[in-house]
């Protein structure tokens, strides 16, 4: 529990230094104030015309009850979707539970098992990612958001609700659910168990008994996604470009391997030419580059802050993926894609609150994994209410200490502060010098105004 502290004041020092990192790059880049002044996306159109309170004029709009429509059937279809991602999680559970216990899978039926409702998982999780991606995108264009802010928050959320859940449902299972599981069965029938491979022996007032541990899997399922989660996008980035790459070269013909400058003579106009013909065969980038980066040093975090009880590796595991993934991404980035186009933002948006929710999260999943995996051989641990209390004690002090942390440090640096306030204070000191070149103009003015009234 002591350890888990630790883990809980680190991710919120690491959220607040990040706060106070943001802030000094705003102020940095002069981009404080961009999402009040943000232009229109292109793809926004208005229904309606109304004036503009600040500039008196005409400008389109669209209505926030038509917005508000389009958002509730947006939330339905996403929940709609992470049910169907819950429900292909629990209908390949019951496949292996039932194929193990019913036996209709024959001498080898625990390989089966296991290889079937594998390939089915994985099938699942990409047929209902592939489509629900689709959607996600269709739903936020359809949304008619006003700013490119707006639009990108509502389709990461969209996006990291379903992976939120496609990651973390197996782990939530084998954690809380499947020790049951393999003790008293599935839906009623004893016979209907999935083993946790471990057990352990636990005495209360004098009688031993034999208990089903599924910890031990857990600290590998774990281990094991967090070490798999990166090789993907290898294999997306690295491995099939290079195998593109060398495939084009062997493939294509010598007579257009070069390019012919059209004017006789002129050679630094076809080494212009082979240039731009070279940047041409690069990789187009994705459009969508900074939403899978973010995506995925979140999924990792979650893992940390989640399963940070169960794992205590997976700082440094993630660590050193994300040291290779630098390298990777750079490479990609300088040599083997074009050159992406730069967008103007004040933050990082929504993602700011993710990371938040995930350390609130955390905080919750690994009370109760340290509640849930207390045994010993006396009677208090074993009854089901005292549990509660130690992960509802333990739960408080976790999020107080996170509260003070919080608190304490403050989300602008004090030499950002002191820029601002200087800012600040030059801006009026010329607002006052205007208005000292303008006074004796008008002074005049006064003092004959205020002659008269003296005279009346």
């Not at 404080?32 to 229904?47: A, K, M, V």
């Not at 859940?165 to 782990?171: D, E, H, R, T």
């Not at 004017?263 to 240039?275: M, P, Q, S, T, Y």
């Not at 509660?388 to 989300?411: G, M, N, Q, T």
């Amino acid at each position: 529990k002591q350890w888990y502290q630790r883990r809980v004041r680190g991710g919120t020092i690491f959220v607040e230094q990040w706060k106070r990192k943001s802030n000094s790059l705003k102020y940095e880049w002069d981009v404080s104030n961009f999402e009040q002044l943000e232009p229109d996306r292109p793809q926004f159109y208005g229904s309606k015309t109304r004036k503009n309170p600040i500039t008196e004029e005409e400008e389109w709009f669209y209505p926030f009850y038509r917005l508000y429509l389009k958002l509730s059937f947006s939330v339905t279809t996403l929940l709609f979707m992470v049910t169907l991602v819950i429900g292909s999680t629990i209908g390949v559970i019951i496949f292996r539970i039932v194929s193990t216990s019913e036996n209709f899978l024959g001498e080898y039926k625990s390989i089966y098992s296991s290889v079937i409702s594998s390939v089915l998982n994985a099938s699942a999780i990409m047929l209902l990612g592939y489509v629900y991606e689709k959607i996600a995108y269709w739903l936020t264009d359809w949304e008619n958001h006003r700013t490119q802010t707006n639009y990108d928050d509502s389709l990461i959320i969209k996006l990291f609700a379903f992976q939120f859940v496609n990651n973390y449902a197996s782990l939530v299972y084998i954690a809380f659910f499947k020790e049951s599981v393999s003790e008293n069965g599935a839906f009623g029938r004893s016979n209907w168990t999935d083993t946790c491979d471990y057990s352990v022996n636990v005495t209360v007032n004098g009688v031993t008994t034999t208990q089903p541990q599924c910890f031990p899997m857990l600290v590998l399922q774990v281990a094991v996604l967090l070490c798999m989660k990166p090789m993907p996008k290898f294999f997306k980035d690295v491995v099939i470009p290079a195998a593109l790459h060398y495939f084009r070269r062997w493939t294509k013909s010598k007579g257009n391997a070069d390019v012919e400058a059209t004017a006789v003579g002129a050679g630094h106009a076809k080494e212009l030419i082979d240039i731009i013909e070279e940047d041409r065969k690069l990789i187009a980038g994705d459009n969508d580059f900074t939403l899978s980066e973010y995506t995925e040093k979140c999924i990792m975090y979650g893992f940390i802050m989640l399963f940070g009880a169960v794992f205590p590796l997976a700082p440094l595991v993630a660590l050193l993926c994300n040291v290779i993934d630098v390298r990777i991404d750079g490479y990609r980035i300088l040599w083997k894609n074009r050159r992406y186009i730069a967008q103007r933002a004040e933050d990082i948006g929504i993602w700011q609150y993710i990371l938040e929710f995930l350390n609130m999260i955390g905080v919750v999943v690994n009370s109760l994994i340290i509640a849930h995996t207390l045994n010993n051989n006396g009677s208090f641990l074993q009854n089901i209410e005292n549990k509660w209390l130690i992960a509802f004690a333990f739960e408080h002090v976790c999020f107080v200490v996170k509260f003070i942390i919080s608190y304490i440090i403050p989300d602008v640096p004090s030499d950002v502060q002191f820029k601002m306030r200087k800012e600040q204070f030059q801006v009026n000191q010329l607002f006052e010098k205007g208005i000292a070149k303008k006074s004796p103009q008008g002074t005049p003015n006064n003092n004959n105004n205020n002659n008269a009234d003296n005279a009346v």
